[in-house]
């Protein structure tokens, strides 16, 4: 297991389209995050998985933005209709729920959304 | 609501030198996590350093140290010696009873051969 791994790196679109982001986390990991960030900011929060249970999400979080993890294993953030303001570097993030180590976070590369 | 600000958008040190970079944060907590983490360019976040805190004694991993100050909520990563491959993006970042880390606004450092 390499870590944790986004797919695409880079996405291009429309206004109005909508776009799809994945995130493979580190296996054992119990817990997946989702973050966005902007250039020169610190990344934001947008939600978490324990397991397949999505159990916080961000006021961040419009209703255009949806996030599953249907199998506790890998997590999909949809954005549907986007806008320009959602141009940004999206970041999911993995982490152990117990033991040694837990609250660490292992990020991805990250997604880079530009929404023409 | 838990803040982490970080007051220096920039910092830069030359080669071989040691520079600090600076973090402050508001909680009600007793019990949390603080991180350094480090983001190069079109490179992935990676932690730097942690402090719970909980633990008086301050963190060090190798270069990297913390002077973790509880009740100033103060939490300043000095990194020693510093290398052409330090320059990044540095976030402080905060981890309550919740599962989210807060980061703070990110401080670029610019290392000088």
């Known amino acids: 297991d390499t870590g944790v791994s986004q797919d695409p790196r880079h996405k291009i679109t429309k206004r109005g389209q909508n776009v799809t982001f994945r995130c493979d986390p580190i296996s054992e990991h119990n817990r997946l995050y989702w973050y966005r960030q902007t250039l020169g900011q610190g990344p934001e929060f947008l939600t978490y998985?324990?397991?397949?249970?999505?159990?916080?999400k961000s006021r961040l979080l419009s209703d255009r933005f949806s996030a599953e993890r249907p199998k506790g294993s890998f997590s999909t953030l949809e954005i549907q209709r986007t806008e320009q303001g959602d141009s940004a570097m999206y970041l999911c993030?993995?982490?152990?729920?117990?033991?040694?180590?837990?609250?660490?976070?292992?990020f991805g590369e990250g997604s880079r959304l530009t929404v023409l | 609501a838990q803040t982490v600000t970080q007051s220096q958008p920039e910092m830069s040190v030359q080669e071989a030198e040691t520079v600090t970079l600076s973090c402050t944060y508001d909680?009600?907590?007793?019990?949390?996590?603080l991180f350094w983490y480090k983001q190069p360019p079109s490179r992935q976040m990676i932690l730097v350093i942690r402090q719970e805190a909980y633990k008086q004694q301050n963190a060090t991993e190798n270069r990297f140290s913390v002077n973790f100050q509880k009740a100033a909520k103060s939490f300043s990563l000095k990194i020693s010696d510093s290398q052409l491959g330090d320059a990044a993006m540095y976030f402080c970042?905060?981890?309550?009873?919740?599962?989210?880390?807060?980061f703070g606004e990110g401080t670029q450092l610019t290392v000088n051969p």
């Open positions: 998985f324990q397991n397949e249970a999505q159990l916080e």
């Open positions: 970042a905060y981890r309550g009873g919740g599962s989210r880390l807060t």
């Open positions: 909680t009600s907590e007793s019990d949390y996590y």
């Open positions: 993030a993995s982490s152990l729920l117990t033991g040694e180590g837990r609250g660490e976070l292992f």
